[in-house]
């Protein structure tokens, strides 16, 4: 991958590709994994979510295999399934039918093949009177065995007592110097033991990441599966080539997604929203019946009915009420705006409480960082704002009150009073 980041850490759609193999492994039915890393990986061992052994010498497949035998305490009725964390596409069920093989089919071991198209990487699958005889490597294999299509997945299923009496017997004797998992296959049938392949389907799922050209790849291939499963619940995508979606993400039904909108980090959305075009949530969790356009919405809970956008940004745990209607090229920052509140032209309210049916005029500031500290600022219910003011936290407006167009307000403003000025002060009351 030319990365500091260990391969199986380089993420599609939000998750490092090692999570869906482990993800799928569990959906399996796999109860207990044992991830093998080399040394690379092993500072980031805390952040994989399952059991970790090291593979210290970099000596081949069947050496990791060897080295998680080792870790394993041993089982005689045990199964054991052998996958690769490169392969985040591969389906559970292409797991499930690897185990039930040894089963069903009285089989020591059984073997994940694939028909590729050619050339290929892959090592071949070689068969003798229609039964699988041995894999054979790209670098060890001949020209006739060149031209075999059916290829293994790199996904096996053993008993585990045969798997434990062949891997003892390997050695490297190969072009790469390595052991081979594979010649377990070979050592397997040499043993009077049957060896029964498991057709896998699309090839396309088989497919290991080796660099970032893969990746994009697989990416692209993740992405549109989970675009797939969000439409089949119920949601609309305009357009799924430009909609790039995570797994773990709720959608409501009847919600419509509109293109170049980006949708992650468990976010959640409610029915019949409208989002896009242009639009990134990232730990959002939206209500029913809200709509947003060419906005980023980050760490924000909105309620129901609310509209935000065009070009607005909320961010640091913002929470909108039912109704509230945020514009464009609007900041909210770590404010909490109730029920029918507006803040509709280029303001920026950070650190605050806003009252019910309050409004936010154009060009209004909150002042809240007075370079040592951030502080609030306290809007009541039915205040009016005037464009332009500068709020200085902290500071408290009173219910129903009001600023002036351009007022600095330094110092609390009480109920239904009117301020105005720099710095604002209280206006005359109006003649009865």
Known sequence: MKSATPKVLHEICGRPML????????????????????????????????????????????HAVRVALDELGADSAGRILIANGDMPLVGETVFARALEALVSDGAAAALVTVRMPLPSSFGRVVRRDGEVERIVEVRDASTDELRIDEMNAGIYAFEETALREVISQLN???????????????????????????AAGDHHSMLGINDRVELAQARAAMNARLCERYMREGATIVDPQTTYLEPELRIGRDTVIYPNSTIGRLSAIGRSCTIGPNVRLSNARLGDRVTIRESVVVDTQIA????????????????????VRIGNFVEIK?????????????????????????????????????????NVTKIGRNVSIGSNTSLVAPVTIGDDALTGASSVVTKDVAPGQRVAGNPARPLPKKEQ
């Open 334 to 374: 770590h404010a909490k705006l109730s029920r029918g509140a507006k803040a509709s032209h280029l303001s920026y309210v950070g650190d605050a409480e806003v009252g019910e049916e309050t409004n936010i005029g154009a060009g209004t500031i909150t002042c809240n960082f007075d370079g040592v500290r951030k």
């Open 304 to 323: 129901d009915e609310t509209i935000v956008g065009p070009f607005a940004h909320l961010r640091g745990e913002t929470e909108l009420g039912a109704g």
């Open 19 to 62: 999570w869906y193999v482990l993800e799928t492994l569990a959906a399996a039915g796999i109860r207990e994994p044992l991830v093998v890393i080399g040394p690379d990986l092993e500072p980031f061992a805390g952040s994989i979510r399952a059991p970790t052994v090291v593979q210290h010498e970099q000596l081949g497949t069947g």
């Open 172 to 198: 490297n004797a190969n072009a790469q110097g390595e052991y081979y998992v594979t010649d377990a296959v070979e050592r397997t049938v040499r043993g009077g033991k049957r060896v029964v392949p498991v």
